[in-house]
């Protein structure tokens, strides 16, 4: 599969606890994203990473989330003392940089979080 | 205001009609638009990028109005299958090259 893999597919957790989700992008591109998309929204954009360096941070993202990228290739997000409100599909995408601006990005099946 | 704009339907269409999605966008430095499809519970797909001289391919035509900062989809002759969300999307040019979604617009194609 040379598709963008997200992991796990779905994950239940108490509220308070936290989680990691998981991303492993297409091979060659250097450029991850994370989303976050909840019931009648379009995604929202959480976070990018450039290889292994994090180069834009939305302000959605509270002190509580966290995302590494730490060999540019695989990235965590990690959500901690998790909320009701964190509830919500964790997307991941990857793209190639430099590459056609008219080129979208490849996203990942994503991450079903529930908190109960 | 949100940064791109379309109305969340849905849209309840026979097989064969012809329907149009409507988006506008707020940032007049956006570089890239797209139109993306997404099924029920699912990652958004790319469908179609969409230029200003219009593009087209097969059923689904867009055009892009950088002027009024408009973009539409035109999808001829419904199929069952066409039934999804289908999200409006710009990528803004700099450094980071995210992009911008719409709410989606959901269609449901009736038999």
């Known amino acids: 599969d040379t598709g963008v893999s997200q992991d796990p597919r779905h994950k239940i957790t108490k509220r308070g606890q936290n989680v990691t989700f998981r991303c492993d992008p297409i091979?060659?591109?250097?450029?991850l994203y994370w989303y976050r998309q909840t019931l009648g929204q379009g995604p929202e954009f959480l976070t990018y990473f450039q290889n292994e360096a994090q180069l834009e941070k939305s302000r959605l993202l509270s002190d509580r989330f966290s995302a590494e990228r730490p060999k540019g290739s695989f990235s965590t997000l990690e959500i901690q003392r998790t909320e009701q409100g964190d509830s919500a599909m964790y997307l991941c995408?990857?793209?190639?940089?430099?590459?056609?601006?008219?080129?979208?990005?490849?996203f990942g099946s994503g991450t079903r979080l529930t908190v109960v | 205001r949100k940064e791109v704009e379309q109305d969340p339907g849905p849209f309840n269409v026979p097989e064969g009609a012809t329907v149009a999605f409507n988006c506008t966008y707020s940032n007049s430095a956006s570089q890239s638009f797209f139109w993306y499809r997404q099924d029920c519970r699912k990652e958004p797909k790319l469908l179609m990028s969409v230029y200003s001289s219009g593009n087209e391919d097969g059923r689904f035509t867009a055009q892009l109005n950088r002027a009024s900062q408009y973009i539409s989809l035109l999808i001829r002759d419904s199929k069952l299958s066409d039934s999804a969300t289908y999200l409006c999307?710009?990528?803004?040019?700099?450094?980071?090259?995210?992009?911008?979604f719409g709410t989606g617009t959901l269609l449901a194609v009736q038999p």
């Open positions: 995408a990857s793209s190639f940089s430099p590459g056609d601006p008219n080129f979208g990005y490849t």
């Open positions: 999307v710009v990528k803004r040019g700099g450094a980071t090259n995210k992009l911008i």
């Open positions: 091979s060659e591109h250097n450029r």
